[in-house]
Each structure stands twice: as C-alpha cells, then as structure tokens.
C-alpha cells in the first residue's frame, strides 16, 4: 500500500524545527519518496484523480519539493508546469515563475507537504500578483495544522492525496 511505503521511507523521528517554526518530534521527508521512482510514479497516479475536473491551464511546482511533483504530474496528464521560485533570482532573466506562461491563465499549485501553509500562501499571492489564476493546490500530505484553513482563506481549495492522520491510519493496518 502507498501509505505504508511512504511511511517506511520517509518518515523520521527526533526533533524537526519546520519551516513554520514549530518543533516537531516526526518528520516527512519528502525527498526520500520523490527520490524514488516508484513512489514517484504511485504517488503521481493519485495526485492525476485529485486534479480538478474543470479545465487549467499548467501546474505550478514550488520549490524545491513541488517542481518534482509537478513536473511528473505535466509528464502524466500532458500539461506544461512553472517552476516557483521562493524568491526571485538576481540573475539571468530575474524570475520568480520560470517556464513561460500567459496571464489569465489557471494554474493548479503542487507542494509536497504542507503545514501552516505559509510558503504556499506567499508564493500563490505572488503569483496572483503576476496575473495567474489560482483555486486549486495539490499536495501530498496534509500535516492539518491550520495550512487548509490558511488556504481557505485565500480562495484555494487543498486536495491532498493523504491527512497525517488518514497516513497515520493507513499505514498502521495490517
């Protein structure tokens, strides 16, 4: 089962500050189950179904744990993605969203794991800011500490492939 493979590489214990601040005494790291081609493509076969029936236009990964996502994601479905940065670079073209896009247009966000859902929230606004349209973020686990109601509050839906406490749930059947 999904959940138990997620669980068996890549949940952690000890003591894990958050990019919330918050302390915690577990951890899902991510880059262990997008690292793996396997779970890579399981995960991505669920996070297909939870993608919204009405039309969008890309995927927006955010960085650095959503480009992956997203970027399997565009493979799956045949849909282009942005890349998004946490802030823009101060070289090059000068960025924030990379990979070209049309304003007005619908993005659907992917992140990995989410919390308070604060990086999200800052990066969903500043891509509002740059004319895109955005309802709709997808991510892998929902931690359920406050991020859906943070989402909420902005106009976005969060469709998440596992709560921590339905992951919790699934992986400990037998």
């Excluded at 049309?102 to 992140?111: D, N, Q, Y």
Aim: hydrophobic fraction near 45%.
């Amino acid at each position: 089962m999904l959940a138990r493979a997620i669980r068996r590489v890549a949940y952690l214990t000890g003591s894990f500050r958050l990019r919330s601040g918050q302390t915690s005494s577990f951890y899902w790291d991510k880059y262990r189950f997008e690292s793996q081609p396997d779970l890579l493509r399981a995960i991505t076969a669920e996070l297909t179904r939870l993608l919204p029936a009405g039309e969008f236009d890309r995927l927006a990964g955010l960085e650095l744990g959503g480009i992956p996502l997203a970027t399997a994601l565009s493979i799956a479905i045949g849909k282009p993605c942005l890349f998004v940065r946490k802030k823009a670079k101060d070289y090059g073209t000068c960025q924030l969203v990379e990979g070209g896009y049309t304003k007005g247009e619908h993005v659907v966000v992917v992140e990995d794991v989410i919390t308070t859902a604060g990086q999200v929230v800052e990066s969903v606004g500043q891509m509002r800011e740059l004319g895109l349209v955005i309802k709709v973020v997808l991510c892998v686990i929902d931690r359920q500490q406050g991020g859906r109601e943070k989402l909420a509050a902005i106009g976005c839906e969060l469709h998440s492939l596992f709560t921590l406490e339905e992951l919790e749930q699934l992986a400990a059947q037998a």
